[in-house]
Every structure is written in structure tokens, then in C-alpha cells.
């Protein structure tokens, strides 16, 4: 014997049913209505089993007869049990018996005693019965209930429960041939404790998504609603009662409410309880008494008419008020659902409780009630608003527009101001809204002159818009000002708050000092504001502005702060924005290899952030830059140049982008963004690219050696003594002094580039950043010497056994050696690449190429890496120990052994290939191409400085001359070939 035991709707039946679709089975089914005969599932087995063998039953024929037909047979229980018993024997042995009874709790106490009885006499026949039972039903009688617990004991068991969250996901999906989302996921399993029938019943009934997720009893299928009535009607009057009452509570069950509002002494309700907890309608939790699922509660709200509904929540608000047992979440949805008059109130309060313990969207939730059940207009719309607000703060920004807009069809203009700061408080940080813009400026005229802290939040958010539609306009500052005099007048920190982080985000680049006294008096209003939201806007602007005066402390005191408060909150965004300024921190420290850009996009796709892709690009480009990889450059270019587009057209994500072209070489995308800022003398107005800007702006006077414009932008950057050049997640360039010192170098002024190099190397220091203090020396090894312009071609004579070169008035002939006729090679490609073995051979490479193996294995490989890092790891130690002897070791080993990496490693990090016919070409070019510029070199220096600069060698070779000097060739005849 098999038991199938578990709750109504956990799937017994079906699950049979689908075991046995191929096997032959007899299948009987007890009768609940107490009209069938006696032994009723055991007359249904016998008759289907008469059929398939006949002969079984000719001995007992007579004792039979009677039970066959429906009647009552005239001999004893005993005699009639073993007549049946012994049948089914004597049928198992012409062939095997299958047999299923269906809902056997709910047979009559005959069939179960014949069962108990015919256990031992079945045992070791090729006799099975399969049995399916509800673990709990009030109708089966005491003493059914023991001739069950017996059969149960000799049976095999198996028990059934509700799905988990994974299989509900499954299950619905497989349903709705579609993936359903975690939420309706969520629902599902709260509404229906995950039992299969009811998961299905849903699914089907389901005609939008709205009505999976709802609690509304009119969101029940019928067809589920008549087998939860089938369930309670049975319940006997009283229980019913109270009941009906708990439905309403839908959550925990507490009893001395439920007492209170009926009205009923206490110990009855608890006796109630108990039986509905027996009866697997209710469970008992740790912190109370729940619903064993919310379809139950939903079908017993549908037995009662909305009137009787609204008097039921009214009697629980006033026996809660009584109490004082319920939180203020409770008492408002049973005073919206009774219309009491409080309700507004009260919505309003528990709301903020809500809020206070960042559950958004159960604030949300109960806003949209308030809006639909309120009557007043003003009290809905301030509902509506309230949700767009808790919506925007849960990150649900488009169902947040939604609200707004319902919102403004109130058509309320005191609720105008209100409705205009949510519009700018859900856009995107750095993307003005024009519309947003108008309804700001029309709300402004409808604060009344005493209300000082709306008007200063209306204030601080149109400055902050107009600041990002156009960062010039003369406007902003007033504005500004006249935030700050407001917020004063209105004496409220939160206000206050709003106020200085709109004058921070104008005040981004520049006015570092009036910033840091700004960022001082936020931090004295810490002790007063106590969101956890607002805790995040003052370590966002203490890490921006400890960040730009390179305070390395307070960069990561305030990231910590940054990190606290965001893990409190719980939001995408802020999970979002912290990875985005640990990857600052990495990249200040040269730790680039760690930083994850693909968990940042990620992270930003879920946030559903615009900016994802852009930052997550952003933070791995300088990077990428230092490692010479062009490839990923040339691929990243075209998401910063999308991502420019996100922030209207942005200067400084143009400038970023300007910075790119340029590390691969697009000289008219960079000289376009270049003139833009040039006509301004290099002085736009300050905003969060400035600082960055004049670095990348330095970079591109160095690589066109422009002196004159070296030196205007040494005086823009004097400015900044302690500046940052960097700005959110992007290219980490350090402290101003560094591209100070660079310009005066190349301007030849080495005293002034010195005194700037120690600067910036303090800064590096103060700041906790070796990995800008690696570049700060890596620029002093860079000697750069002004050239002059030439706005000439160079030609370049072939004349037999010598060469004739030819710039302006200067001429120099030299001996036709190997370099030059390479040189020639190169230059006569046109700005093409050309192979090293098509040099030195003329053939195609893959005719000649070959090789002995790479250079280094993998596993050799890695353990120079290994050491590289531990190496790397070493020589910050030392510089933070001061440590000179063990740092000038340290530096000799690490450059060594990148030298042996890079003379093993080719482009994109692939093995060189040892002994290959391509090296030793590569080598052979290289050596021969040195030698023949060298003997240029007193002669003509200023060609043989660009024959260095623009001619490339390397396994692919290519010359890239700029606009200003090209060089001709030509052979004796003065045939021009390039």
C-alpha cells in the first residue's frame, strides 16, 4: 500500500494520474456527499475487476451479489470483508492489480477497516493500492480518523507540499509562455502558499498582471473560489464568523483584535483560531497566527457584500484604536477601506513610517489605495504625489511619470510647486528637462511669499536644470543665491541640504575653497537630518570635493560614509554609484586589473542608468590607454561618443572622447574639439569637466607642440594649485601640477617644471595614490623639446649608391645604405601599414614566415606577472615607509622584468614567437632604420626628429606624417612617387 498525503490543491491526484498514463489501473473515487452506499471506492474496484477477470469472483459469487448491485448484503461484516479480500486475491494471480482510491479520507469507516484488515492477507501478492489523503479535512469522524492513522502507519508515504519559489517560477512561466518576472513570482506564491491547482487557476484567469499581483477577492478564478467554498461551508457557524473577520486582516491574525471588533470573549476566538489551524486554514509562526495562503482570506471577503465589508474594516480600526495593538500602516488601510474620515491623515503618517524603514514600494502601494478610495480631490492628489515620490525612491521611474501625470490632471495649481520638484527630482543627474524647466518657473507663482522652504527647494531644483540644459547662462547664480537666503529664512535642514548641493554642482571646477566651506556647513547639519538618503548626498559631495582638493583621508571617509548609507537604502542606483566610486579609488592606486567593468554595467542596467555602458567603458579606458591597446580604444570610442549624446552634447564627455582620438591617432576629431576651447582663450564656464579638461587640453598642445598655446594653458592650470584633474569614474589623469610640470618642460623652463613635478608628486602622496605617482615619473623621462614648424616638404632623392634630402634650404647627401631604402619603402605606402617581411624579403608573409616557439610559455608568463604585481605591491610599501635602498632594488628588478615581458610579449598580448623569421626582421628593420636617421641627425636634425616621431616600426610598419611636413620621394629622374 502507497499514501499520497498534503493539502487540498497540492497536486495528489494529478500526480497519479500522470504516473500511471501508460500502466493498466482500476481507479476509484470516494463520494463526499454522504449518499453513497458502504464500501463504495471498494464496489467501484470489484466492478471494474469482474469485468477483466470474471472466474476470480464465481467462489464468492452469493456473498457478493448484493454489495456488486449497491445493496446491502445479508451476511456479516466479517464474511462479506473476506469475500472482497480474498476476490482481489484470487484476480492478482491471473494478472497483476493495480488500483487507485482517490480523497480516502473521505471514505466511510467500513471501507477502512476492510483495507486494515486485507493488508496483512495482500502482503507479498502482486496486489498494489495506491491512496491519496488530505492531511487535514473536519468532516472525517473520530474514529475514521484513527482506522487512518493506522492504515497510514502500514502504508508508504509519501508527502506532498506547495512549490518552492524556483518551481513557482517554472510552473507560471511554462504557463504563461512568457518568463515571469520575480514580483508576480512573489505574489503567486503569497496568494497561493505555492499549491499547483491554485498557481494554475490564477494563470489561466489571468488577463493582465495586475491581477496576479492583486489581493482584490475579485481577482479570484470562480472555478477556485467554488473549491475554497467547497472547503469552508462545511466549518461549523460561529468559526465562519470569525473567519469572515480575519479575512480582513489578511496579514497576522491577532485575536484580541478580532475579539474586540466582533464583538466575542477572547477564548472563543482562540478555540477558533486553533480549529482553523487544525483544519490547515491558518498556521502558527514564531511571531503569530497567518493564513496558510491569502486565497482562502480572498474567498471569504467574496462571500460578503462590499457593505458588510466597509462596517468589518471600520469595527477593526476602532478596536485598534482601542488597543492600540496595530502600527500606523494598519490603521490607515482599515480607515481608507471603512472611509473614515481620519484616513488622509493617517495614510500620510504611515507612509513616512514606511518610507523611514525604506519600504518604498509598501509606501507606494498604500498611496495608490489612498488615491483610489479618498474623496476629497486635494487629499488625492497629494496621495498621488506621495507615491510618485516613494516610486522615484524605490527607482521605478516610469511608473513614477505616471502618477505625476495623473497627478497634474487634478489640475490643482497649489499642488503645482509640489508635482514640479518631483519632475526634477526623477531625471537623471546631468540631463536637463526643458519641460521640467517651464514647470518650475510657472510653480514659482504659486508659493505664497511666507512659504520659504517650498520656494527654496522649487528654487534649488530650477537651478540645477537650467545648470544642465546650459551650464553659461548668466541666470544660475541669482537663482542660486536667492535658494540659499530662502532656505535660511525657512530654518530646515533638509531645505538647507537642497540649497548647497545646487550651489555645489554649479560651483564644480572652481572655487575650491568657497566649495570646501560649503561642504563644512553640510557636514554640520549631519546631526540633523536622519534619512539615510540624505546621509548619501553629503558623502557624495565630501568624496567630490575631498576628491578634487586630492584629500586622500577624506576620499575614503567619505566613500565609507558613501557605502553606509547606500547598503541601507538598498536601491540599484546607489549599489550602482558605489561600485562606480570604488573604481575612482582603484584606478587612483593603479590597481586598474581590478576594477570589474562588466559587474558596473550590470549593476547600471539594473538601475536601468543611461549612463551604464559609458561609465562602465569609462573606468577601464586610461587603462587601456597606459597598455597601448588601440584596438579597445578604437571600439570604446563610439560608446563615449554615444554616451555624449545622453548628457546633451556634454564638453567634458566630448573632451574625453577628444582624448581617445587621440592615443589612436584621428588628428581632425581631436583638433575640432580642441578649437572649440581654444577660442575661448581655454576659459569656459566652470563646470565638472574644467579641471579635466585643461588636462586633456595639455595633452594635445604637448603632441602638436604648440608652444604658444603650452603657455596659456600653464596660466589656466596656475589657477588650480591643488586641483584634481578628474571627474566621476573616467580617465584618473591626477593633480593639475602634473601637466603644469609637462608644459614647462616642454617649454624648457626646468626649474619651474621641477618645483611643479615635487608639487604634484605631495599631492600624489597626500592624495593615496601611487598610480598617479607612477605617471608623475614616468613624465619626467619624457624630454620634450619644442621643434619648429615647418611648413615645407622634405624630399628624399634616390641617386643610385647615395641619397639626396632636401628640407627648405638645407641639403645633405648621404650613402644608399639598407635603412633608407626601408625608410622608402615605408613612406612610398601612402600612410598604409606595411609588413616587416615584405621588407626584407618582398614576398608575402606567409611565405616566408616561421618560427622555434614562443618566446615564453604560458605558465612562464604567469609567474612573471605574478611577481610584477608582488613586485608593484613591494615598491607602494616602500614608497609609503620611505624606504630608498629597498625601492631602488625593488625598481631595478621590476624593470627588468618588464623588459623581458615586453621583449616576449607582442600586440594584444600574444607570445612572440622565438628564433621566428618575422622577429628577426622586426629586429634587423628596426636597427637598420635607427642607424641610417641617426647619420641624419647632425645635418638636418629637424628631419630626423620627424622621421622618429611619425615613422612607426614594428612587425606591421607605417609612416603618419602630420598636416604641417610630409616627406617626398623621388627618384634621380625627379619622378615623384609619394
Known amino acids: 500500500m502507497f499514501m499520497v498525503s498534503g493539502p487540498p490543491g497540492v497536486g495528489k491526484t494529478r500526480l497519479l494520474r500522470e504516473v500511471l498514463t501508460h500502466q493498466p489501473h482500476l481507479w476509484a473515487k470516494t463520494w463526499e456527499f454522504g449518499e453513497a452506499p458502504g464500501l463504495w471506492p471498494m464496489i467501484q474496484l470489484l466492478r471494474r475487476l469482474r469485468v477483466r477477470t470474471p472466474e476470480a469472483f464465481q467462489q464468492d459469487q452469493e456473498t457478493l451479489a448484493a454489495l456488486m448491485e449497491g445493496g446491502q448484503s445479508s451476511f456479516g461484516a466479517f464474511a462479506l470483508y473476506q469475500a472482497v479480500i480474498q476476490s482481489v486475491l484470487r484476480a492478482s494471480w491471473e494478472e497483476p492489480v493495480l488500483a487507485v482510491i482517490d480523497d480516502i479520507h473521505a471514505a466511510d469507516r467500513s471501507t477502512l477497516e476492510l483495507l486494515l484488515m486485507a493488508e496483512a492477507e495482500w502482503r507479498g501478492a502482486p496486489i498494489a493500492l495506491l491512496m491519496t489523503r488530505r492531511t487535514v479535512d473536519a468532516r472525517t469522524s473520530l474514529e475514521a480518523q484513527q482506522c487512518l492513522a493506522r492504515l497510514h502507519q502500514l502504508s508508504e508515504d509519501c508527502v506532498l507540499s506547495g512549490l518552492s519559489q524556483g518551481e513557482v517560477h517554472a510552473f507560471a512561466s511554462h504557463l504563461a509562455s512568457r518568463d515571469v518576472?520575480?514580483?508576480?513570482?512573489?505574489a503567486l506564491l503569497h496568494r497561493t502558499g505555492g499549491l499547483p491547482l491554485f498557481v494554475e487557476g490564477l494563470m489561466h484567469n489571468m488577463h493582465s498582471r495586475r491581477v496576479l499581483g492583486s489581493q482584490d477577492s475579485r481577482g479570484l478564478p470562480p472555478s477556485l473560489r467554488a473549491v475554497i467554498a467547497n472547503r469552508i461551508e462545511h466549518l461549523p457557524s460561529q468559526l465562519r464568523e470569525v473567519l469572515r473577520r480575519a479575512a480582513l486582516l489578511r496579514d497576522k491574525l491577532e485575536p484580541t483584535l478580532l475579539a474586540l471588533s466582533l464583538p466575542l470573549p477572547l477564548v472563543q476566538v482562540e478555540d477558533a483560531l486553533r480549529q482553523a489551524i487544525h483544519e490547515g486554514l491558518l498556521s502558527r509562526e514564531e511571531s503569530g497566527v497567518y493564513w496558510t495562503h491569502q486565497l482562502y482570506a480572498e474567498a471569504l471577503v467574496a462571500e460578503q457584500t462590499s457593505e458588510q465589508v466597509r462596517q468589518g474594516h471600520l469595527e477593526l480600526f476602532q478596536a485598534m484604536e482601542t488597543s492600540g495593538l496595530a502600527s500606523s500602516l494598519l490603521l490607515a488601510e482599515h480607515a481608507l477601506a471603512g472611509g473614515h474620515p481620519k484616513a488622509s491623515k493617517l495614510v500620510q503618517a504611515a507612509g513616512e513610517e514606511a518610507e523611514s524603514v525604506y519600504a518604498f514600494k509598501a509606501a507606494a502601494d498604500l498611496y495608490?489605495?489612498?488615491?483610489?478610495?479618498?474623496?476629497?480631490?486635494?487629499?488625492?492628489?497629494?496621495?498621488?504625489?506621495?507615491?510618485?515620490?516613494?516610486?522615484?525612491?524605490?527607482?521605478?521611474?516610469?511608473?513614477?511619470?505616471?502618477?505625476?501625470?495623473?497627478?497634474?490632471?487634478?489640475?490643482?495649481?497649489?499642488?503645482?510647486?509640489?508635482?514640479?520638484?518631483a519632475y526634477a527630482d526623477m531625471g537623471s543627474f546631468a540631463i536637463g528637462d526643458q519641460q521640467t524647466v517651464t514647470l518650475l518657473r510657472q510653480s514659482l507663482h504659486e508659493i505664497p511669499p511666507e512659504h520659504h522652504q517650498l520656494r527654496s527647494a522649487v528654487l534649488a531644483r530650477l537651478a540645477t536644470q537650467e545648470l544642465e540644459l546650459d551650464p553659461e547662462r548668466n541666470l544660475i547664480p541669482p537663482l542660486l543665491q536667492e535658494s540659499l537666503d530662502a532656505a535660511s529664512q525657512a530654518q530646515d535642514p533638509r531645505t538647507k541640504l537642497e540649497a548647497i548641493v545646487a550651489s555645489l554642482r554649479y560651483w564644480r571646477a572652481d572655487r575650491l575653497r568657497e566649495r570646501a566651506l560649503l561642504v563644512e556647513e553640510l557636514e554640520g547639519l549631519q546631526t540633523q537630518l536622519t534619512h539615510p538618503r540624505d546621509h548619501l548626498e553629503l558623502a557624495r559631495w565630501s568624496f567630490n570635493t575631498a576628491l578634487e582638493r586630492c584629500d586622500g583621508l577624506a576620499v575614503r571617509k567619505?566613500?565609507?560614509?558613501?557605502?553606509?548609507?547606500?547598503?541601507?537604502?538598498?536601491?540599484?542606483?546607489?549599489?550602482?554609484?558605489?561600485?562606480?566610486?570604488?573604481?575612482?579609488?582603484?584606478?587612483?592606486?593603479?590597481?586598474?586589473?581590478?576594477?570589474?567593468?562588466?559587474?558596473?554595467?550590470?549593476?547600471?542596467?539594473?538601475?536601468?542608468?543611461?549612463?551604464?555602458?559609458?561609465?562602465?567603458?569609462?573606468?577601464?579606458?586610461?587603462?587601456?590607454?597606459?597598455?597601448?591597446?588601440?584596438?579597445?580604444?578604437?571600439?570604446?570610442?563610439?560608446?563615449?561618443?554615444?554616451?555624449?549624446?545622453?548628457?546633451?552634447?556634454?564638453?567634458?564627455?566630448?573632451?574625453?572622447?577628444?582624448?581617445?582620438?587621440?592615443?589612436?591617432?584621428?588628428?581632425?576629431?581631436?583638433?575640432?574639439?580642441?578649437?572649440?576651447?581654444?577660442?575661448?582663450?581655454?576659459?569656459?564656464?566652470?563646470?565638472?569637466?574644467?579641471?579635466?579638461?585643461?588636462?586633456?587640453?595639455?595633452?594635445?598642445?604637448?603632441?602638436?607642440?604648440?608652444?604658444?598655446?603650452?603657455?596659456?594653458?600653464?596660466?589656466?592650470?596656475?589657477?588650480?594649485?591643488?586641483?584634481?584633474?578628474?571627474?566621476?569614474?573616467?580617465?584618473?589623469?591626477?593633480?593639475?601640477?602634473?601637466?603644469?610640470?609637462?608644459?614647462?618642460?616642454?617649454?624648457?623652463?626646468?626649474?619651474?617644471?621641477?618645483?611643479?613635478?615635487?608639487?604634484?608628486?605631495?599631492?600624489?602622496?597626500?592624495?593615496?595614490?601611487?598610480?598617479?605617482?607612477?605617471?608623475?615619473?614616468?613624465?619626467?623621462?619624457?624630454?620634450?623639446?619644442?621643434?619648429?614648424?615647418?611648413?615645407?616638404?622634405?624630399?628624399?632623392?634616390?641617386?643610385?649608391?647615395?641619397?639626396?634630402?632636401?628640407?627648405?634650404?638645407?641639403?645633405?647627401?648621404?650613402?644608399?645604405?639598407?635603412?633608407?631604402?626601408?625608410?622608402?619603402?615605408?613612406?612610398?605606402?601612402?600612410?598604409?601599414?606595411?609588413?616587416?617581411?615584405?621588407?626584407?624579403?618582398?614576398?608575402?608573409?606567409?611565405?616566408?614566415?616561421?618560427?622555434?616557439?614562443?618566446?615564453?610559455?604560458?605558465?612562464?608568463?604567469?609567474?612573471?606577472?605574478?611577481?610584477a604585481l608582488h613586485l608593484r605591491q613591494e615598491i607602494a610599501e616602500a614608497e609609503d615607509h620611505h624606504d630608498l635602498g629597498r625601492l631602488a632594488l625593488l625598481q631595478t628588478e621590476f624593470e627588468q622584468l618588464t623588459e623581458e615581458l615586453a621583449y616576449a610579449t607582442g600586440l594584444g598580448g600574444r607570445s612572440r614567437r622565438a628564433a621566428s623569421n618575422a622577429q628577426r626582421a622586426r629586429t634587423a628593420v628596426k636597427q637598420a632604420i635607427r642607424r641610417a636617421i641617426a647619420s641624419l641627425k647632425d645635418s638636418i636634425p629637424a628631419l630626423a626628429q620627424h622621421m622618429e616621431q611619425h615613422l612607426k616600426t614594428g612587425m606591421l610598419c607605417k609612416y603618419s606624417p602630420p598636416k604641417e611636413m610630409q616627406i617626398i620621394i623621388k627618384d634621380g629622374s625627379s619622378h615623384s612617387k609619394t
Open 558 to 867: 567619505a566613500l565609507h560614509d558613501y557605502e553606509r548609507a547606500a547598503a541601507r537604502l538598498r536601491t540599484p542606483q546607489e549599489a550602482f554609484n558605489v561600485a562606480l566610486r570604488k573604481s575612482i579609488v582603484l584606478q587612483l592606486e593603479g590597481r586598474y586589473d581590478e576594477i570589474d567593468s562588466q559587474a558596473i554595467l550590470e549593476l547600471g542596467q539594473r538601475a536601468e542608468d543611461p549612463h551604464a555602458a559609458y561609465f562602465s567603458v569609462s573606468c577601464r579606458v586610461y587603462a587601456a590607454a597606459l597598455k597601448g591597446d588601440k584596438a579597445l580604444l578604437h571600439k570604446w570610442i563610439p560608446v563615449i561618443q554615444q554616451g555624449s549624446s545622453f548628457w546633451h552634447q556634454h564638453p567634458g564627455v566630448l573632451l574625453h572622447s577628444s582624448w581617445l582620438q587621440l592615443q589612436v591617432g584621428e588628428q581632425e576629431a581631436v583638433d575640432a574639439a580642441y578649437q572649440i576651447w581654444r577660442a575661448t582663450q581655454f576659459r569656459r564656464t566652470p563646470w565638472w569637466s574644467h579641471l579635466q579638461g585643461l588636462a586633456i587640453l595639455a595633452d594635445i598642445a604637448l603632441a602638436r607642440q604648440w608652444t604658444e598655446d603650452a603657455a596659456l594653458l600653464v596660466e589656466c592650470i596656475a589657477e588650480y594649485p591643488e586641483g584634481y584633474a578628474g571627474c566621476g569614474p573616467t580617465l584618473p589623469f591626477g593633480p593639475l601640477a602634473r601637466f603644469e610640470a609637462k608644459l614647462q618642460r616642454f617649454l624648457g623652463r626646468d626649474q619651474e617644471a621641477k618645483s611643479a613635478t615635487e608639487r604634484a608628486m605631495m599631492l600624489c602622496d597626500r592624495l593615496g595614490a601611487p598610480g598617479v605617482a607612477a605617471l608623475v615619473r614616468e613624465d619626467q623621462d619624457i624630454t620634450q623639446v619644442p621643434v619648429t614648424t615647418v611648413s615645407t616638404n622634405a624630399e628624399m632623392i634616390g641617386e643610385g649608391d647615395t641619397w639626396l634630402f632636401t628640407l627648405g634650404n638645407t641639403q645633405h647627401r648621404t650613402k644608399a645604405i639598407k635603412g633608407w631604402s626601408y625608410i622608402s619603402a615605408i613612406v612610398a605606402q601612402g600612410g598604409e601599414s606595411i609588413h616587416v617581411l615584405e621588407l626584407t624579403s618582398g614576398a608575402y608573409r606567409h611565405e616566408v614566415d616561421g618560427d622555434a616557439g614562443e618566446i615564453l610559455d604560458e605558465q612562464a608568463r604567469r609567474s612573471y606577472a605574478t611577481r
Open 181 to 186: 518576472d520575480h514580483e508576480e513570482v512573489q
Open 368 to 421: 495608490r489605495r489612498a488615491s483610489q478610495k479618498l474623496t476629497d480631490p486635494m487629499d488625492r492628489c497629494d496621495a498621488t504625489i506621495s507615491r510618485a515620490r516613494s516610486l522615484v525612491r524605490a527607482g521605478e521611474k516610469r511608473a513614477a511619470k505616471k502618477a505625476l501625470e495623473a497627478a497634474q490632471r487634478f489640475n490643482l495649481a497649489s499642488r503645482l510647486p509640489e508635482i514640479a520638484c
